[in-house]
Each structure stands twice: as C-alpha cells, then as structure tokens.
C-alpha cells in the first residue's frame, strides 16, 4: 500500500502514520523527521535546511525531492510507505509522480485529515506545554511566529494538492477533529473502500 497523508501541522499525520505502519507493516517517509535529522547531523542539506525549517518555510523543492527519492529507492519501501509531510508543492507531486510512473507503481490513496485551524494552534499549544513541562527539547520551529508561516505554507502551497490528486480521484477526507481512534477508524474505512475497489 502507498498512501500520502496531508493535512496541516497538528493535524496528527504522524500519530496516524505509525498506526498504519504497524497495522500494514508499511514503512513511514517523514520529510520533516528526515531533514530533522539531517540538521543535527549537520550534514550539507542539514545546514541548508536549518534556517528555513525553524522560520517555518519549506525547504527548496529539489531537497525534498531528492531526500524522498533516494528513501524510497530503499529495500524496506518495498511493501508500501505512507508520506507523512510529503508531497508539500505541486512541483513536489509532479515530481512523486514521476518518480512512482519510473518504477512502475501506483499511489492508493491520499488521505486529507481536516482540521479547524483555532483548534490547531490550541492542540500545538497544549503539546509544547506538556513537552516543556516533561523537559523535552522543544522544536526550533514550535513557536507562534514560525507557527503562523507553517499554517500560512500549508494553505498556500499544500492545499493546492487535494485539487491534484483530486483530479486522480484519490483522495479520501477525514474528520481530523474526532478522537484518535475514531479518525483511526475513518481512515481505516476509507483505505478498505478504496481497495475493495480495485487498488493494489
Ligand atoms: P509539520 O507538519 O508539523 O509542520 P514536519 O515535521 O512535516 O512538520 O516539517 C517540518 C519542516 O520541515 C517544515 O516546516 C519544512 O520547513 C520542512 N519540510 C518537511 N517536509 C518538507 C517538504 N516536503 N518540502 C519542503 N519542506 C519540508
């Protein structure tokens, strides 16, 4: 199974993700984990991406591009994958598309997780405060100024994407404000629908 998950930040694309990759034995390509770590490794694409990660920009196209598609070329991809924080542009789709139609594989499914943006920066809020209160290391970029840019780069460059795979007739929605396991069940059911209808 390959899916993309898409949906602002806080919207739970990563809680999500792990379900799905426990639950489908799939692995999980997280953009924003990868150039995470490519950061403290310091690392040529780490030092590039550093600055604009923690303003809440999105790093240049051809870096994300080139960090997924190397990924994805891994022998543990082979099973499936879910993008959780890629694709982010249209070019950075077109790109996936290529990528996939060169390998001869197909997306399943894109699931949007929809979510109110008010209750975004209340859930972001509540999980710095318990991050700080445990003492864990807070992200460069979970702040309300960096905060605004991401929400602002989701609307204006992600958001374009449900029109993209839309069009492909992909796309799946799911209430992202229910309980955890209630949007566990939604996506669940959506992902049965959609490969009882033929997809891989
Ligand atoms: P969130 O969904 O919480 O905003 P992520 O962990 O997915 O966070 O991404 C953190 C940051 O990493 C983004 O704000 C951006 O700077 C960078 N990033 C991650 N994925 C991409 C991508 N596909 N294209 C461009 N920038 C990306």
Known sequence: MRLILLGPPGAGKGTQAQ??????????????????????????????????????????????????????AEPDAKNGFILDGFPRTVPQAEALDRMLAAKGLELDAVVELKVDEQALLDRIATRIAQ???????????????????????????????LDHYGKKGLVRSVD????IAAVAAAIDRALEARMAAGGG
Not at 22 to 32: A, D, N, R
Not at 176 to 179: I, N, S
């Open 19 to 72: 379900r799905l990759v426990e639950k489908h034995g799939i692995v999980q390509l997280s953009t924003g984990d990868m150039l995470r770590a490519a950061v403290s490794a310091g690392t040529p694409i780490g030092l590039k991406a550093k600055d604009i990660m923690a303003r809440g920009d999105l790093v240049p196209d051809e870096v994300a591009v080139g960090i997924v598609s190397d990924r994805i």
């Open 176 to 179: 992202g404000m229910a309980p």
């Open 131 to 161: 991050m700080r209160s445990r003492g864990e290391k807070i992200r460069p970029d979970d702040n309300p100024e960096s905060l605004k840019t991401r929400l602002h780069a989701y609307r204006v460059q992600t958001a374009p994407l």
